[in-house]
């Protein structure tokens, strides 16, 4: 997974400050419910360092939330270690650990009102009845929920009891803050209007977010950087451009946007370019400093929106390889056209091409005979 | 409009079809009685046990004397008593059942309900056979040594108590039970995440809304045993007199039909005292 380019195009505070959560090789081991036994989180370690937005992501069930809950301490760890600012939290209760949740479900206290439920973690702080009320009214100010206070939960809607939930924790001003798909009961609109106004509000606060989700567009454009999790394991960690550009395999290829995934054997290796043999084609990739031998089965990942559809009389661009097919399927989607060219007997490729103009979602019809270009140093050559 | 009409009209007959019945039998087998009981503590006990049909507040005058006000003081304690412990005990008993595992957790309730299937009397018997002097709790501690002479546990106001709270414990447990297996447990990991300790999350989150099916079950418990009668009598002997065993013994001993109505009357009005607070608590806790 070596990569040259910095994709991050964040600076991070890794100098001087020590990791806001480290997860040290922790496994998490639960009795199932016939007495067998769920490892619902094995072998995690990731780094979190202060400031970060940081995002577990993955299907439902491969252990998002037990890491979260292992790092506020709801679960402890059958093995390894949580640390929390250089501190090891061994089996330290929930209420002594410098970190607060919003919970999935929101958890609010029903028979509190919206103040009540802000200023809860204070009073159980000890802190003064009068700085109680200006940090609980600052901290709904903050959320954009003024003239709330004295409201029951159950009489705000599903978007206004997130904002509760979020300042409840926010007012505590915690290390780290864990969010567990804090918008997943959202409508989508809200969900992308919650979303900018959670980065917001990370920036002003600065305090570190580890945040969970499986909706993958969600975590790329919220996160610095990004874990991505499938059955219990960390497959990679990375800023989202660096997942997107260079998945290490070929389930997150899959899971993060959209991808051509074909199966081949290496046919020929040219330093960087190998040449995949693909149900007939041969396809040009790139390997990435990975080490593949001739014959090796591997798979050729390439984007949808990084081929490009030309005439099979038009000049392909210098650098760029390109491929005959069929076009088989056309679906206008607005912003870009999708197609489905037949390249081989089975093999097809999905392509993307934008709109640019507005004759372009027109410009190939199915049946027509095209080229496909891409610069192969952009197709990937995954193994395993 | 015709339409509408009829059908209001069905709706009426359908009302009446339906409330009839019931409004007959409760008027009759509950609000009759209760009338005449309230009648007949205005009346006179003749010389023979028979009930004169002469006005007087001479019933309710007595029940001021300090034996009667002792009486009605004891057997406010008892419940109270009573009531308290079942709690105690019933609350953890229920929160237990109300987190295990689903088969294993309706064997439970089961096993609170079973009492139930057997006789009150053959129960409180079972109890005697425990507390006699030559009982099993004497005969154990005897045989570990633990106490030289047997423990006189019958005939105490402990025995009575004891026997109240094996006897009402399931009417505390299963709307504590309700209330607790509704509580969504993931408000005491928001508690704790924001800094209470288990006590205090209990206090403040759990306690206040498992609150209906506490007063619920202290209602359920201390209605009955304000009123108990069987059990103080098997288990208190001559010593420990309740307002249940006074009502008794005036209608069937004394034959005292004006003076037990009396009584009846007043343990109605202290019931109804506490059924007030229950409504009252329960209309602005459950939200
Ligand atoms: N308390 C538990 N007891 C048994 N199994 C559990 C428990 N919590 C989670 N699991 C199992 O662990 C796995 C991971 O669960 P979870 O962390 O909730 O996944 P995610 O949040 O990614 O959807 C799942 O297979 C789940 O069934
Ligand atoms: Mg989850």
Redesign the interface.
């Known amino acids: 997974m070596a990569q040259s380019v910095d994709l991050s195009g964040r600076e991070l505070r890794t100098s001087t400050a020590l990791p806001a959560v480290e997860v040290r090789e922790v496994t998490k081991v639960f009795p199932g419910?016939h007495g067998e036994t769920v490892v619902a989180v094995e072998d995690v370690t990731l780094t979190i360092q202060e400031g970060e937005f940081f995002s577990l992501l993955g299907p439902s069930g491969c252990g998002k939330t037990t890491t979260l809950r292992m790092i506020?301490g709801?679960e402890l760890p059958t093995r390894g270690e949580i640390w929390i600012h250089g501190r090891p939290m061994g089996s330290t209760?929930?209420?002594r650990r410098p970190v607060?949740?919003v919970?999935q479900?929101y958890?609010?206290?029903?028979?509190m009102t919206i103040y009540e439920n802000v200023a809860?973690?204070l009073e159980?702080?000890g802190v003064p009845k009068d700085e109680i009320r200006r940090r609980v009214l600052e901290v709904l100010e903050l959320v954009r929920l003024p003239g709330m206070e004295s409201r029951?939960p159950?009489q705000l809607s599903g978007g206004q009891q997130q904002r509760v939930a979020l300042a409840?924790?926010l007012v505590?001003q915690p290390e780290v803050l864990l969010l567990d798909e804090p918008l997943g009961a959202l409508d989508l609109k809200l969900r992308k209007a919650m979303q900018l106004e959670l980065k917001h509000i990370q920036h002003r606060v600065g305090i570190t977010f580890i945040y969970v989700t499986h909706d993958q567009e969600e975590a790329l454009t919220m996160s610095d950087r990004i874990a991505v999790m499938d059955r219990g394991q960390v497959l990679q960690v990375g800023a989202p451009a660096e997942i997107y550009e260079a998945p290490v395999n070929r389930f997150v290829a899959d899971f993060i946007g959209e991808s051509n995934l074909l199966e081949g054997q290496i046919a020929r290796l040219e330093g960087e370019r190998a040449l995949i043999y693909v149900d007939g084609v041969e396809l040009a990739a790139h390997r990435h400093a990975q080490e593949v031998q001739l014959h090796q089965a591997v798979t050729f990942a390439l984007r949808p929106e990084k081929i490009s559809l030309l005439a099979t009389t038009a000049e392909v661009a210098p650098g760029h390889v390109s491929v005959t097919g069929v076009v088989e399927e056309r679906v206008y989607i607005g912003t870009d056209t999708r197609y489905m060219v037949r390249i081989g007997d089975q093999a097809q490729l999905v392509v993307r091409m934008q709109n640019l103009t507005h004759q372009d979602a027109d410009h190939f019809q199915p049946g027509d005979r095209v080229q496909l270009s891409w610069d192969p140093a952009v197709a990937r050559v995954l193994v395993e | 409009m015709h339409e509408s009409l009829s059908r209001r009209r069905g709706h009426r007959a359908q009302f009446w079809f339906l409330f009839t019945p019931g409004a007959f039998w409760l008027g009759f087998f509950f609000l009759l009685p209760l009338l005449i009981v309230l009648v007949y503590s205005f009346f006179t006990r003749g010389p023979y046990g028979n009930v004169i049909y002469r006005w007087t507040a001479d019933n309710y005058a007595r029940l001021l004397n300090p034996i009667y006000f002792q009486i009605f003081w004891q057997s406010l304690w008892m419940a109270v008593t009573t009531t308290v412990i079942s709690l105690l005990v019933g609350y953890p008993l229920a929160y237990y059942i109300a987190r295990q595992r689903q088969p294993w957790r309706n064997v439970l309730l089961l096993l609170v309900i079973i009492p139930f299937w057997t006789n009150f009397l053959v129960r409180t018997y079972a109890i005697m056979v425990l507390f006699r002097t030559e009982g099993v709790v004497n005969a154990v501690l005897q045989g570990l040594g633990v106490i030289q002479e047997p423990l006189q546990i019958m005939y105490t106001p402990f025995a009575v108590t004891f026997g109240l709270v094996y006897g009402y414990l399931p009417f505390m447990v299963l709307p504590l039970y309700a209330s607790i297996e509704k509580f969504d447990f993931s408000l005491i990991e928001a508690a704790q995440d924001l800094g209470a300790n288990g006590w205090r999350s209990f206090l403040r989150v759990m306690l206040p809304l498992t609150l209906p099916g506490i007063v619920a079950g202290c209602i359920l418990v201390f209605i009955p045993a304000i009123g108990a009668f069987v059990t103080p009598d098997l288990l208190g002997g001559a010593k420990t007199m309740m307002i249940g065993n006074l009502t008794q013994q005036q209608f069937l001993k004394a034959r005292n039909w004006p003076f037990g109505s009396a009584v009846s009357i007043s343990l109605m009005v202290i019931v109804s005292i506490a059924a007030w607070i229950y409504f009252r608590y329960g209309e602005e806790e459950m939200l």
């Open positions: 419910p506020a709801f209760p929930p209420y607060n949740t919970f479900n958890a609010l206290f029903p028979h809860f973690g159980m702080e029951r159950r409840r924790a505590k």
